[in-house]
């Protein structure tokens, strides 16, 4: 039974930065690995994706250049590092894998309890 467990979220001021980990119970399993979110009232939404095969990223247009997707293949563990974090980026963030190259959640079939981040 694969497992993805995400940390990192908390509470941070307009500016700040942080790091969230999604810890998987096998990294292997899939080749496609996702960050999605979602803000109260609103569809969850891709915001990074990373492909294991060639390590091609993926970032949509509101987090470009602020928000960088990585794994390391050691630890099972995939990251997003966020900086220059804005109010609009509050949101539940979720970690995703699959084996279907897209921005669905359809696209993904495995997925975390999700954690939250909030930026005032």
């Known amino acids: 039974h694969v497992q993805l467990v995400e940390s990192g979220g908390g509470s941070v001021q307009a500016g700040e930065s942080l790091r969230l980990s999604c810890a998987a119970s096998?990294?292997?399993?899939?080749?496609?690995w996702a960050w999605f979110r979602q803000a109260p009232g609103k569809e969850r939404e891709a915001v990074a994706t990373?492909?294991?095969?060639?390590?091609?990223?993926y970032y949509a247009n509101s987090v470009k250049d602020r928000f960088t997707i990585s794994r390391d293949n050691a630890k099972n563990t995939l990251y997003l590092q966020m900086n220059s974090l804005k109010p609009e980026d509050t949101a539940m963030y979720y970690c995703?894998?699959?084996?279907?190259?897209?921005?669905?959640?359809?696209?993904?079939?495995?997925w975390g309890q999700g954690t939250q981040v909030t930026v005032s």
């Open positions: 990373i492909y294991t095969g060639g390590g091609s990223t």
């Open positions: 995703a894998a699959g084996d279907r190259c897209g921005l669905a959640q359809v696209d993904f079939g495995y």
């Open positions: 096998d990294y292997s399993f899939s080749r496609y």
